[in-house]
């Protein structure tokens, strides 16, 4: 749900922020729709892009980006006062927040939230990630290659296009650090050319690595400017010779010269071309290009708390805005009469519609239209949605889609947040439009970051 413009914000926002650069979010370009992933700085979820959190255990996920033992938490938290844990903290830019303790890391962000919202609505205590490390299931590395032949894989320097070698990443999943290296290394082996930015010649640009949190699956995605790939087939079995829990491997074509991460084609070159995922019990599907928050520990805690705010009974027509691949409507079906998702990109409502089959949920429907306009049309021929979930990019949303949400008359909105400033201002807005807000609960999506998620109720 999301007009053309949001789309674009969050998916040049979001996802965009998702990139290695930005150890952030969201991501949500809805990617909030997701294809194409946008190398800036912002930070919070992605390596280079905007933000999101974890718990831990004393097991791991096959993936490694579970639970880790407790003397890991001890670990992280005894080392972060005095020595960053990072080697390229001060390089990429990424981590703002290395060095600082983690519980203090956690009272600047819950200040920083009690402070905008303080005329609006009461703040509870941020929701704290166990365990803060290796929380990212989703790694993008720039490839480079230097004047001595040499070639690296890292991210951009904080807001340049030179390239920080980086091999081992704190907050990033650790197996797919591990796939990287092993890509770099196959790359050198296999001559292959690396991409030149300055003159467009070369081949591989980027390698995006997506991990399954609760399934295991990891998919690795091959950004090239062409779709030919010298002995592609020999690749791949030497990348899963070393690394047999890839389940996946796409070859995608970006041939444009652009600072967006991939290109609209994807070719298989292993596998089915995605992965699956678990997510408060329901099963997504996740493409190359698909908006899937980067912390799926501290999003599972974050989605269960905005449907209990929405306080669902089972008979309520719900609106699920900037739906994307229908992460949210699809877990809120099962407490709603009927929901209906609304997202602007095609390939996200795509996999929003095979989520929902492969969920076997009858009771949902997603349209491929602008979230705004869509509602202003079902306000004017009559239709009133009891609750509206709203998760927009970054930027927040336009005047023009808040009217539209008070068009449908929800009893109640839940807004989502990456970004407290543009909800602070956004939620005053519906304030103005005769709407209450309820308490706000801040999510530590991001840890080490100065990002932070939060969930808000209004009626």
């Not at 070393?242 to 041939?255: G, R």
């Not at 705004?372 to 930027?395: I, K």
């Amino acid at each position: 749900m999301q007009n053309e413009k949001k789309t674009k914000e969050k998916k040049n926002s979001r996802e965009s922020t998702e990139i290695r650069q930005n150890k952030q979010a969201s991501d949500r370009s809805r990617q909030k729709t997701g294809k194409n992933i946008r190398v800036k700085t912002t930070k919070g979820g992605s390596r280079a892009a905007g933000g999101q959190k974890h718990p831990s255990d004393a097991r791991k996920t096959r993936n490694g980006v579970g639970d880790t033992p407790k003397t890991g938490k001890n670990r992280v938290r005894e080392s972060r006062g005095q020595n960053e844990l990072c080697l390229y903290a001060k390089k990429c830019g990424g981590c703002t927040m290395q060095g600082v303790p983690y519980e203090k890391q956690l009272k600047r962000k819950e200040h920083q939230i009690r402070e905008l919202l303080r005329d609006i609505c009461p703040v509870e205590q941020i929701h704290e990630m166990e365990n803060p490390l290796h929380y990212r299931n989703k790694v993008h590395a720039v490839f480079d290659r230097l004047p001595n032949g040499r070639i690296i894989s890292g991210i951009y320097t904080e807001g340049t296009h030179r390239v920080v070698p980086v091999s081992v990443c704190q907050i990033e999943n650790e197996q797919a650090d591990k796939i990287i290296g092993t890509v770099r290394k196959l790359v050198q082996s296999f001559h292959i050319y690396i991409y030149n930015e300055e003159n467009g010649t070369g081949l591989l640009r980027h390698v995006l690595v997506r991990c399954g949190h609760k399934t295991g699956e990891m998919m690795v995605v091959l950004v090239c400017a062409s779709p030919i790939f010298p002995s592609k087939n020999n690749f791949v079995r030497a990348l899963r010779k070393e690394h047999p829990e890839i389940t996946t491997v796409v070859l995608n074509v970006n041939d444009m010269q652009t600072s967006m991460v991939l290109g609209d084609r994807n070719i298989v070159l292993y596998g089915k071309g995605y992965i699956e995922d678990e997510l408060c019990g329901k099963t997504f599907r996740i493409s190359p290009g698909s908006f899937y928050q980067i912390n799926s520990v501290q999003t599972e805690w974050m989605y269960k708390k905005a449907i209990d705010l929405a306080g669902l009974t089972g008979k309520e027509l719900v609106l699920d805005a900037y739906c994307g691949i229908g992460t949210i409507g699809i877990i809120a079906s099962g407490h709603a009469r009927q929901v209906a998702g609304v997202e602007l990109n095609r390939d996200a409502v795509k996999d929003a519609i095979a989520n929902a089959k492969r969920n076997r949920i009858k009771n949902i429907r997603f349209y491929a239209d602008d979230a705004g306009e869509w509602m202003t049309r079902m306000a004017a021929e009559g239709v009133r949605a009891d609750v509206v979930f709203m998760d927009p990019p970054r930027s927040g949303s336009s005047e023009a889609f808040l009217n539209a949400v008070a068009a449908v008359r929800p009893k109640k909105i839940v807004y989502i947040s990456c970004e407290p400033e543009t909800q602070a201002r956004d939620l005053r807005y519906l304030k103005k439009r005769g709407y209450h807000c309820g308490t706000a609960w801040p999510v530590d999506l991001f840890p080490f970051t100065a990002h932070v998620e939060t969930v808000c109720l209004l009626s």
